[in-house]
T-cell receptor
């Protein structure tokens, strides 16, 4: 079993819909949680970063962490075609120096 | 700002050939990383360097070597390329564990 699991998708939604992405992890030592967005033929870029359980909002993006269930979510409101990308979750241990990436979920937002 | 720069962007090799992938960062970051990305496999860590002068194996180190030349540069070497090493290789750097990793745009490597 992989330490970090994501549904690979693709997840296809119409423009304006809410995109819901999920990630589960097995290692309780993970304390910091990052979401990266990767456009085709580009390197990943940091989208959201959170530490504590609960919600963190940044514009149209909300990251949700439930440490008790080892479950991470990313919500994209009012989705745009420019949100079409692969979304990778990546937890890290406190004082760690290695991210562990999920396999990524590919999202397609259709105009 | 350049961020993380990888060279070359594309390369085709024959089985058994060797080559070095170069990576440089201009953000004064302490840690640097080499990943490979294959369809359905996500990003897998090959080697990393937590600080200048140190290197450690990641998840898939076999067939690769690395050199942390100085704080800015971290190279990845394939001594005898194999078709299984066909992949997209990403270099990343990070200041500290609670900071994001910054990625280059990758090297697309095909081994025939």
């Amino acid at each position: 079993q992989k330490e970090v699991e994501q549904d690979p998708g693709p997840l296809s939604v119409p423009e304006g819909a809410i995109v819901s992405l999920n990630c589960t992890y097995s290692n309780s030592a993970f304390q910091y949680f990052m979401w990266y967005r990767q456009y085709s033929r580009k390197g990943p870029e940091l989208l959201m970063y959170t530490y504590s359980s609960g919600n963190k909002e940044d514009g149209r993006f909300t990251a949700q962490v439930d440490k008790s269930s080892k479950y991470i979510s990313l919500f994209i409101r009012d989705s745009q075609p420019s949100d079409s990308a692969t979304y990778l979750c990546a937890p890290i241990k406190a004082a760690g120096n290695k991210l562990t990436f999920g396999g990524g979920t590919r999202v397609l937002v259709k105009p | 700002n350049a961020g993380v720069t990888q060279t070359p962007k594309f390369q085709v090799l024959k089985t058994g050939q060797s080559m070095t992938l170069q990576c440089a960062q201009d953000m004064n970051h302490n840690s640097m990383y080499w990943y490979r990305q294959d369809p359905g496999m996500g990003l897998r860590l090959i080697y990393y360097s937590a600080s200048e002068g140190t290197t450690d194996k990641g998840e898939v180190p076999n067939g690769y070597n690395v050199s942390r030349l100085n704080k800015r540069e971290f190279s990845l070497r394939l001594e005898s390329a194999a078709p299984s090493q066909t992949s997209v290789y990403f270099c990343a750097s990070m200041r500290d564990f609670d900071q994001p990793q910054h990625f280059g745009d990758g090297t697309r490597l095909s081994i025939l």
